[in-house]
């Protein structure tokens, strides 16, 4: 049976992660922490092979069904859709270093890891998710909080640039990034703080 939006969006963690299938070696694997992680299971050279493309939200059903096109293209000219994975990721895209800052640091520290990852998923990886991390500007970052402004939700423009930092610094600290752009742009010129959580943030 064929996946929908709502239904990927309805699965919720078990004890064990478990898998949902959307056919054609597509599947959702949803793990005990709440992650739901797009996968591919494919024939090569008489081998079963397994690759992984990334988290939903962050790659939509439709980005998923997609690639799974593009992997069937790479398996009929005899390439390993996960080898190609691999080197894809040589170079961090926005959307594979968030993966990799959910599971690590938000996942392990954030008592509300999925409010974090809604508030991502909509103002923030629409428009970076497929940006090289080394091309992110201060300009990008100042564009993502105005989009937010000018719904009139100025704590949730304040509170996207201090994950954004976060998420920066975490590039940072793991050697690939060298300055963070969400950084210079300056909180007190978003809005004013009215919270401790938002205090607390750099």
């Known amino acids: 049976m064929k996946l929908t939006n709502a239904t990927v969006q309805s699965l919720r963690p078990k004890a064990k992660a478990y898998s949902i299938s959307d056919g054609g070696g597509l599947f959702v694997e949803v793990m005990s922490s709440g992650r739901r992680v797009w996968r591919i299971r494919y024939r090569l050279n008489r081998k079963q092979e397994k690759a992984t493309l990334g988290e939903y939200p962050s790659f939509s059903l439709a980005e998923a069904r997609k690639w799974r096109e593009d992997c069937r293209g790479l398996v009929a000219r005899g390439i390993s859709p996960a080898a190609e994975r691999k080197k894809q990721k040589g170079e961090t895209t ?31 990886l629409p428009t970076l998710k497929n940006r090289r991390l080394s091309e992110i500007t201060v300009a990008d970052v100042q564009a993502i909080v105005q989009t937010i402004k000018r719904r009139g939700s100025d704590q949730v423009a304040l509170k996207v640039r201090n994950e954004l930092k976060r998420m920066f610094d975490y590039a940072i600290g793991t050697g690939r990034l060298q300055i963070n752009p969400a950084a210079q742009v300056i909180p007190r010129y978003i809005a004013q703080t009215q919270s401790r959580e938002v205090t607390l943030s750099p």
């Open 94 to 124: 926005v959307a594979s270093l968030y993966t990799q800052w959910i599971e690590e640091v938000v996942s392990k520290r954030n008592k509300n890891p999925a409010c974090i990852q809604r508030m991502m998923g909509k103002d923030v």
